[in-house]
């Protein structure tokens, strides 16, 4: 059973930074893709940001710039380095992890609150 566990969501200031973690277990091989949505209050769970394949990237345009995705050797660990942090970014954020288009994995989910 795969399973995914996010980790580094918390309390930060505008214009601070986190870093979120997802670790992927229960799986021999790699997935085709891994990535980060996440939803605030009264809106609809969106991408963030993703990491497919060989390493090809994609991002939220609200994010570009701003996140950056990584994963370690193994390629079930992923990162989500969140810089410049602001308001809009506040949401609980998601860990996914994709097979094929029809099977996919998520995690429970970690608060980033982004407040003075």
């Known amino acids: 059973q795969v399973q995914l566990v996010e980790s580094g969501g918390g309390l930060v200031q505008p214009e601070g930074s986190l870093r979120l973690s997802c670790a992927a277990s229960?799986?021999?091989?790699?997935?085709?893709?891994m990535g980060w949505y996440r939803q605030a209050p009264g809106k609809e769970r969106e991408l963030v940001a993703a990491?497919?394949?060989?390493?090809?990237?994609k991002y939220a345009d609200s994010v570009k710039g701003r996140f950056t995705i990584s994963r370690d050797k193994s390629q079930t660990v992923i990162y989500l380095q969140m810089n410049s942090l602001r308001a809009e970014d506040t949401a609980v954020y998601y860990c996914?992890?994709?097979?094929?288009?029809?099977?996919?994995?998520w995690g429970k989910g970690t608060q980033v609150t982004v407040s003075s």
């Open positions: 990491i497919i394949g060989g390493g090809i990237t």
């Open positions: 996914n992890a994709k097979i094929n288009a029809d099977t996919n994995f």
């Open positions: 229960g799986r021999k091989f790699a997935f085709t893709a």
